[in-house]
Nanobody, 119 residues
Framework: QVQLVESGGGLVQPGGSLRLSCAAS????????MGWYRQAPGKQRDLVAA???????NYADSVKGRFTISRDNAKNTAYLQMNSLKPDDTAVYYC?????????????WGQGTQVTVSS
């Protein structure tokens, strides 16, 4: 079974920082896009940030200027640096990798990691 393993979540005060990591447990083919999503209780899962294999990035308006997505292709790992955190950032964060295996495109999801921003 292929797994995306997430780490780095936790409890932080408003204005603090966290760095999330997401790594594939083994080779999953050629990874094209990596992204981070979040879901708060009772709400839909929304895209937070995405990065292509070439390094182009896209961010939700709510996190622009505060969050930075990056990737290490050699390690099959994605990162999300979160600064100036707000209570509204509280959610379960999920990573997603889109990868090509032969002629087929596959989607992989992490297990989710809780981020809580509270004083």
């Amino acid at each position: 079974q292929v797994q995306l393993v997430e780490s780095g979540g936790g409890l932080v005060q408003p204005g603090g920082s966290l760095r999330l990591s997401c790594a594939a447990s083994r080779s999953i083919g050629s990874i094209v896009d990596m992204g981070w999503y979040r879901q708060a209780p009772g709400k839909q899962r929304d895209l937070v940030a995405a990065i292509t294999r070439g390094g182009s990035t896209n961010y939700a308006d709510s996190v622009k200027g505060r969050f930075t997505i990056s990737r290490d292709n050699a390690k099959n790992t994605a990162y999300l640096q979160m600064n100036s955190l707000k209570p509204d950032d509280t959610a379960v964060y999920y990573c997603r990798f889109d990868a090509d295996w032969g002629i087929t495109r596959y989607n992989y999801w992490g297990q989710g990691t809780q981020v809580t921003v509270s004083s």
